[in-house]
C-alpha cells in the first residue's frame, strides 16, 4: 500500500476540503483526488468520503480507516525519529589493523587524538603481518590496514606513509652494543629473535641471500622479543617505533637499512566520513612528521 497515499487520506480526514488539504500537502487537487480513488480501489471500492452538500466528510469505513491509519502513520514517525537520532549518536567503529610493532608512538596518539575530538568513534584494532592484514582489508573486514610493504593486488590501493629506520636490539654488555651504528652483515651470524614476518627471515638472509638458519625463536610482539633479547637468547631488529629504553637491552641503529609504512584500503570501496578522515589525518602527519 502506497505510503503518500495513507498520508494524504490521513491530512484530508482531518480538513475534510479537497482544496485545503491539497496546498497543505503541497499537491493539486486532480492528484489528491485521483490518489484517494486508487485507495478506495485497492480497498475493493471502499467509500473513505462522502458528498455533504460542497464538503465532504469520512464514511463509517473512513472513520475505522482514518484511526487505524493515523496510529500506523504515528508509529512509522516514531520508528523514523528514533533511527535518525540513533545514527547521530550511535557509535561509529573504525575497524584498523597494524603490522606488529608499529601501533606505539605517533600512531597510538593520533587514534587517542582523534577519538578525544569525536565521542562517537570507537576503535577496533587488530596486529598481525602484512600479508594477513591485506587479506581481512579485500574480505572487508577492515576498514584500514597500516602495512610495512605492498603488492601488485588492483583490489588494494597503497598509500605510503612514512619510512622507519631500524634498530637491533641485543643484551646490556653484548659487544654491538658499543658500536654506534652496525652493518646488516656484522650480525648475519647472530642468533636472532623475530617477532613478525616483516623480520622473520634471519640477517643471513638480508646479507647474503642465504635461507634462515639463525632464527631461534619467533613471537607476536615487540615486548615479548625484548624480554627474550634480555635474557640472552638472542638479538633482535625492530624498527624505531619498537625501541623502549631499558636498562637490560641496548639499541643500536643498522646502518642504510630502513622500512616504509602504507595506509592499505579496498580500491573504489565506499568509507564512512568519520573513517576516511581518519585516514586521511594519518597520511598527513606522518608525512609530515617523517618528510
Not at 487505524?68 to 512509522?76: F, M, Q, R
Not at 561509529?92 to 608512538?105: A, E, H, M, P, Q
Not at 625484548?226 to 623502549?244: F, K, M, T, Y
Request: include cysteine; proline fraction near 4%; aromatic fraction near 8%.
Amino acid at each position: 500500500m502506497n505510503y503518500n497515499y495513507l498520508r494524504y487520506f490521513s491530512v484530508l480526514a482531518q480538513l475534510e476540503h479537497y482544496t485545503l488539504a491539497a496546498a497543505r500537502l503541497g499537491i493539486s487537487q486532480p492528484s489528491l483526488s485521483s490518489a484517494i480513488h486508487q485507495l478506495e480501489t485497492e480497498l475493493g471500492d471502499v467509500r473513505l468520503f462522502e458528498k455533504v452538500g460542497r464538503n465532504i466528510r469520512l464514511t463509517e469505513e473512513g472513520r475505522y480507516f482514518r484511526e487505524k491509519v493515523d496510529a500506523a502513520l504515528s508509529e512509522l514517525n516514531t520508528a523514523a525519529v528514533t533511527l535518525k537520532d540513533s545514527k547521530v549518536s550511535a557509535p561509529v567503529f573504525i575497524r584498523l589493523g597494524v603490522v606488529s610493532g608499529t601501533l606505539g608512538g605517533t600512531i597510538a596518539r593520533e587514534i587517542a587524538g582523534y577519538m578525544g575530538q569525536n565521542q562517537r568513534i570507537r576503535f577496533r584494532i587488530i596486529e598481525s603481518s602484512a600479508g594477513e592484514l591485506m587479506d581481512l582489508v579485500r574480505q572487508e573486514k577492515l576498514d584500514l590496514a597500516i602495512v610495512d610493504t605492498t603488492n601488485r593486488d588492483r583490489s588494494l590501493h597503497f598509500r605510503k606513509l612514512c619510512r622507519r629506520e631500524f634498530f637491533v636490539a641485543v643484551p646490556a654488555g653484548h659487544p654491538l652494543s658499543r658500536q654506534e651504528t652496525v652493518l646488516p652483515q656484522d650480525i648475519s651470524a647472530e642468533p636472532q629473535v623475530a617477532f613478525h614476518d616483516a623480520t622473520e627471515p634471519s640477517f643471513g638472509s638480508w646479507a647474503s641471500g642465504d635461507d634462515d638458519k639463525n632464527a631461534l625463536c619467533v613471537v607476536n610482539t615487540a615486548q615479548a622479543a625484548l624480554d627474550l633479547v634480555a635474557a640472552g637468547i638472542g638479538i633482535c631488529l625492530l624498527s624505531e617505533d619498537c625501541v623502549q629504553p631499558r636498562p637490560d637491552v641496548a639499541f643500536v641503529p643498522v646502518k642504510n637499512w630502513h622500512q616504509a609504512l602504507y595506509a592499505c584500503i579496498l580500491y573504489d570501496k565506499w568509507l564512512e566520513p568519520p573513517v576516511w578522515a581518519f585516514v586521511e589525518r594519518m597520511v598527513n602527519v606522518l608525512r609530515e612528521l617523517y618528510k
